[in-house]
């Protein structure tokens, strides 16, 4: 699997929806290789876009077709800066890979120095499930300089922040402190899901 994560600042929310939309009815049919994606907009109105692909070449051929270049031209057009793009080859999926009836997403970026330790502590699912079952899975998305977006969805923001509030066991707690250190925190409160 791919993903590509865009980031960028957005006022016009409603008309980028809109425009999401518009690239799912009218686009995604010709996209090969496509999954889907997880998107929303964070209370300082960033947009924060999660794009699922088989492949890195297949989604590289998406942004070749010329439709496609015309509606993101147009797309980039609605953001009130520039956008970043994130293109990540080394995905792990955990739990059941998130959900689209998910009611609260979180995205978090970071950078580790040791991506096997990272994606060792995300593989062990049965502690993960038992400590937080609000968490119904998620991606973790890694680039070569160990930068990752992981994408993690909550059945509700409520019972996310409960979680949050328990005390983890010391080996994990270790983990998730050498994990998280200097990382950013993207609530979608309202998060968009479309699938192939």
């Known amino acids: 699997m791919f993903i590509q994560m865009i980031q960028a600042p957005c006022t016009r929310q409603d008309e980028a929806d809109a425009m999401l939309d518009e690239w799912r009815r009218d686009l995604a049919p010709g996209a090969t290789g496509w999954l889907g994606g997880t998107y929303g907009f964070t209370d300082d109105d960033q947009l924060m876009a999660v794009v699922r692909f088989a492949s890195r070449e297949e989604a590289m051929a998406n942004s ?9 031209e147009r797309f980039m057009a609605l953001m009130d800066g520039p956008a970043e793009f994130h293109d990540c080859d ?6 059941d890979g998130g959900s689209d009836d998910a009611g609260f997403v979180q995205i978090i970026r970071g950078k580790v120095d040791d991506p096997s330790r990272l994606k060792a502590m995300m593989a062990d699912t049965e502690t993960l499930h038992e400590m937080r079952p609000e968490i119904l ?15 993690v969805a909550f059945t509700s923001e409520a019972a996310a922040r409960e979680g949050e509030r328990m005390e ?23 998060p968009h899901f479309q699938s192939a």
């Open 168 to 190: 983890p066991p010391e080996d994990v707690r270790r983990e998730l402190e050498y994990a998280m250190r200097g990382a950013t925190f993207h609530d979608l409160h309202k």
């Open 90 to 95: 080394d995905v792990t999926l955990f739990l």
């Open 137 to 151: 899975g998620g991606t973790l998305a890694i680039e070569a300089d160990g930068s990752f977006v992981e994408t």
């Open 64 to 72: 070749a077709r010329p439709e496609q270049s015309a509606w993101a």
